[in-house]
């Protein structure tokens, strides 16, 4: 499966979930150079600005960006409240960032991403971002809760808070 973010026109959103296998992969260009990208992940103000669809809103219960730090989060919408904890366990300035994720919903599914900022120079970052489930369940389980939309309105977002920056 992949996706076409056509709301900006350089870029585009590629979401690889490969049959049979417990992952799913992102690739994703950004108008803004990896510093600023970075920094969107990992500054609790700008996250909040810019995770998950447009009909959610973001607080932050506890964030501790640094390598063996936690964080968690509660999205909400007019359905009700969805919350989410993980631990950071590599973060590496402006290059990569390796983190736990966990659903309070399904305490029992915890996923490993693995995300890489490339300098594409001219001011363009590139994101790859790899989630390892720990099941082929979990995963499918992610992608038919609509996933997608959530990424393609998270980044279109983002790039409306880069261009600001």
């Known amino acids: 499966m992949s996706t076409t973010d056509t709301a900006a026109d350089f870029s585009t959103l590629q979401l690889d979930v490969p049959e049979g296998v417990q992952s799913i992969s992102i690739t994703r260009d950004f108008a803004a150079t990896p510093d600023k990208v970075f920094r969107a992940h990992i500054d609790p103000e700008l996250f909040v600005k810019w995770c998950g669809p447009d009909s959610i809103t ?6 501790n960006a640094t390598t ?3 964080w968690s989060y509660v999205s909400s919408d007019d359905r009700g409240e969805y919350a989410f904890f993980g631990s950071f366990h590599e973060v590496r300035e402006n290059e990569r ?7 309070e919903g399904f305490p029992d599914a915890v996923n490993l991403e693995i995300l890489t900022l490339t300098d594409l120079s001219d001011g363009r970052t590139r994101l790859m971002s790899t989630s390892i489930f720990d099941s ?4 499918d389980g992610m992608v038919a809760s609509g996933m997608e939309h959530g990424i393609v309105e998270g980044f279109n977002k983002l790039d409306r808070l880069l261009a600001e920056a």
Not at 58 to 63: A, M, P, S
Not at 97 to 103: E, N
């Open 58 to 63: 973001n607080t932050i219960r506890e964030w």
């Open 68 to 70: 063996g730090g936690n």
């Open 136 to 139: 082929l369940e979990s995963r």
């Open 97 to 103: 960032i390796v983190q736990t994720f966990t659903f």
